[in-house]
């Protein structure tokens, strides 16, 4: 009767139980990483989520936290729903984040077969698992000798993107596994074992370790030929020689990868013929959520426009990926996202209340304001401070300014491969709850906006997990009774505004980052 769909996110693990019979959301359950007690003594910073570095551009997070939040939810899960009814289970993950494995993971996961096991936690079981005790994510960005070294190897940019369907971004892992190698003594002979975080959950949850990289979110490690959908050899071997060993075959995210095992069926009464699938990254199991296009406000902002196989996008600003159920799709990833909001509404002490009443008070002003806080790959550019276009710095046009020229930056440089009669526009994330943001989409897309149900990835991967039994459901069907019916129209009045602010902003940003 139930599909579960699993969501571990840079800041919180989320699972969405979805009805398959009458195709409605029961049940959505979050842990945030930061709520937990273990936190505290943890190697992972409370505030910013990532284990302190003195490495500029190194991110990392806490292994541990993962499975300390999977264990919470699945308690969480017990007490609100009946877990025996799930029937299959699909994972999202952080897109690029990844684990290292020695050894000793293949023993511990002998274990999690053993009914005795129920009587520990999965950190605890899986403590001495890894050959690098932390989690690199995808806003690791301290990989520019690697990422070059891979596009050199590929025969530069415009093959590199031919190949890959992308231009060796940062923070892809196959640059990030390359990084980690170099810079740690033995660390690649003590790998036995690389998995994306969707395959690592997959592999716990079914206490096996050949579960294969989904094609989705392979796509996101400058190591797959994107159209073949398979390793490409001379870029693995650029990186190890055994590389293709550790990540093992690739197959579709609509895979599965097993039935549950011991641990969870004896802890929290998952059924023993629950079958789960391999999962795909967060923004393939988002892209599920519907069959257009789709902006998703998070921590970055991710634009997703659909594609055909063969495209490409050779300014290299955009992604090509497959979503979670293996359709093509191309990805705009601007990671100085959502967080720059919330870090101009802290900075002035006010909350999402006084955000809406500002905006709606100032629906006429357009303050022009520029700031990347990290390294940027929509438009690829540099960090830089603050820049202000206007005489006083004040929350209404700070905060206004970096919603207008955030989103802006995605809807101009994605324009190429935008219909310039787009009928619609799908939204999603925490900020979608806000009208008064809807509204500025809208104006800058100059097009109707909806809204995607909450659960995000979550609830997207509990559509995909519908795939695993093998039924004869319309997911387009499961996908329509889910959709919000409001629509949120442009206002044509102040288009013409919008246009100017933006051409106006862009010749401002091309300043900044010429050099």
């Not at 324009?415 to 310039?420: A, I, P, V």
Request: aromatic share 10%; charged share 25%.
């Amino acid at each position: 009767m139930f599909t579960l769909g699993i969501d571990l996110s840079t800041q919180s693990l989320t699972l969405s139980i979805l009805n398959y019979k009458n195709f409605k959301n029961e049940l959505n359950i979050s842990v945030a990483f930061n709520s937990l007690e273990e936190i505290n003594n943890s190697s992972m910073n409370k505030n910013t989520l990532l284990i302190d570095s003195d490495i500029e551009g190194q991110a990392e997070q806490d292994i541990n936290i993962f499975l300390i939040a999977l264990d919470k939810a699945f308690s969480k899960l017990k007490d609100k729903c009946d877990i025996s009814l799930i029937d299959s289970i699909q994972i999202s993950a952080q897109q690029h984040g990844h684990v290292y494995l020695s050894e000793n993971y293949k023993k511990n996961l002998e274990y999690l077969k053993q009914k005795e096991s129920a009587n520990k936690n999965l950190a605890e079981i899986l403590k001495d698992s890894y050959s690098y005790n932390a989690s690199p994510i995808w806003r690791t960005s301290c990989t520019e000798k690697e990422a070059e070294y891979l596009r050199k190897t590929a025969g530069g940019k415009e093959k590199m993107i031919q190949i890959t369907g992308s231009d060796s971004p940062l923070r892809f892992t196959g640059a990030v596994i390359k990084y980690y190698f170099d810079n740690n003594k033995n660390m690649s002979e003590n790998t036995y074992k690389i998995f994306l975080l969707n395959t690592f959950i997959a592999s716990i949850l079914t206490a096996k370790d050949d579960v294969a990289v989904d094609f989705g979110n392979g796509s996101g490690m400058s190591l797959m030929d994107y159209s073949k959908k398979e390793w490409n050899e001379n870029l693995l071997n650029s990186v190890s020689k055994d590389l293709k060993n550790k990540l093992g075959n690739i197959k579709s995210p609509s895979s599965d990868a097993g039935y549950i095992t011991t641990y969870f069926i004896e802890k929290f009464g998952f059924n023993k013929n629950c079958i789960v699938g391999i999962g795909s990254g967060d923004n393939p199991e988002t892209k599920v959520l519907y069959k257009g296009d789709i902006l998703s406000l998070g921590t970055s902002f991710v634009y997703m426009l659909n594609i055909d196989e063969n495209e490409r996008d050779y300014s290299g600003v955009s992604n090509a990926m497959y979503d979670g159920i293996g359709n093509p799709f191309m990805i705009f990833c601007r990671t100085n996202g959502a967080m720059l909001w919330d870090s101009i509404m802290n900075n002035y002490n006010k909350n999402y209340k006084d955000i809406t009443a500002s905006l709606k008070e100032n629906i006429n002003n357009l303050p022009l304001m520029l700031w990347q806080k990290e390294n940027e790959s929509v438009p690829i550019s540099k960090s830089f401070e603050i820049k202000r276009y206007y005489e006083k710095a004040n929350f209404d046009s700070d905060y206004k300014g970096i919603v207008l020229s955030s989103l802006s930056l995605i809807a101009e440089y994605s324009k190429k491969f935008n219909s310039s009669k787009k009928a619609d526009l799908s939204v999603t994330g925490g900020p979608a709850k806000d009208i008064e943001i809807l509204k500025i989409i809208a104006n800058i897309w100059q097009c109707d906006v909806k809204i995607l149900p909450s659960g995000g990835a979550s609830l997207g991967a509990s559509i995909a997990a519908i795939l695993l039994l093998k039924e004869n459901i319309d997911l387009d069907e499961v996908r329509d009774a889910l959709r919000d019916k409001t629509v949120i129209e442009p206002d044509y009045n102040l288009s013409k505004k919008y246009e100017e602010y933006q051409k106006n902003m862009i010749e401002k940003f091309e300043e900044l980052t010429k050099d």
